[in-house]
């Protein structure tokens, strides 16, 4: 099946640092990435979509300039938590489609984010 | 908007079969997605219909109904392996392949 890696899978922080995570679709080409956080206990929230080439379109409520996306390929999308803080702790996780895969998300195995 | 529910727990013991129910309202519908996740991990695909009817994977089902806008999960020999949650997901709109999840089930499957 369709593989999808997220790197890393786990990072702490400080307060006030940047985070990058990358999502990177293995064996097949993404048109479309998507991420999501998620709370224990509760569902996935979608915070944006990434398309290769364009500009992400961001959920209504979530900032663009605190969590930068760029799809700079096909194969990679990266999501950059700027200027962290507690609040942003959360799991993350990316998911990608293609073309081909019956337009099916595979989704990355996560990151789990503590911001100090 | 889109809007799916979903009963939040379901338990079970070895052995049995357990039916997972979604409901559903959306503005546009392509299909509706199965999605299980086990604590601490992402969520892995399951399952996917477009069409009405049932569809077969090993011990998983998933059947859908449009007119009905409902669909449901049926596992099969449960296995305390499957104790995870389960996230139902209506894809439409106009984004190729977003998918709009529900609040998830979480099955416990008890000895």
């Known amino acids: 099946g369709a593989v999808v890696s997220q790197h890393p899978s786990r990072v702490i922080c400080k307060s006030g640092t940047s985070v990058k995570i990358e999502c990177r679709s293995l064996d097949f080409q993404a048109t479309t990435m998507f991420w999501y956080r998620q709370f224990p206990k509760q569902s996935l929230m979608l915070m944006a979509t990434s398309n290769e080439g364009s500009k992400a379109t961001y959920e209504q409520g979530v900032e663009k300039d605190k969590f930068l996306i760029n799809h700079a390929s096909l194969t990679l999308s990266t999501l950059t938590v700027t200027s962290a803080h507690p609040e942003d702790s959360s799991f993350y996780i990316c998911s990608a489609v293609g073309t081909g895969l019956r337009e099916t998300q595979y989704f990355g195995p996560g990151t789990r984010l503590l911001v100090l | 908007g889109q809007s799916l529910e979903q009963p939040s727990e379901v338990t079970a013991v070895e052995g049995a079969i357990v039916q997972i129910n979604c409901t559903y309202q959306?503005?546009?519908?392509?299909?509706l997605s199965w999605y299980q996740q086990h604590d601490g991990g992402a969520p892995t695909f399951l399952s996917y219909?477009?069409?009405?009817g049932l569809e077969e994977t090993g011990r998983f089902s998933s059947f859908l109904s449009r007119s009905d806008s409902y669909g449901y999960l049926l596992l099969q020999e449960l296995q305390m392996k499957d104790s995870a949650s389960y996230f139902c997901a209506v894809k439409g709109g106009s984004t190729l392949g977003r998918l709009y999840f529900g609040r998830g089930t979480q099955l416990t499957v008890w000895p």
């Open positions: 959306t503005s546009g519908f392509y299909g």
């Open positions: 219909n477009a069409l009405d």
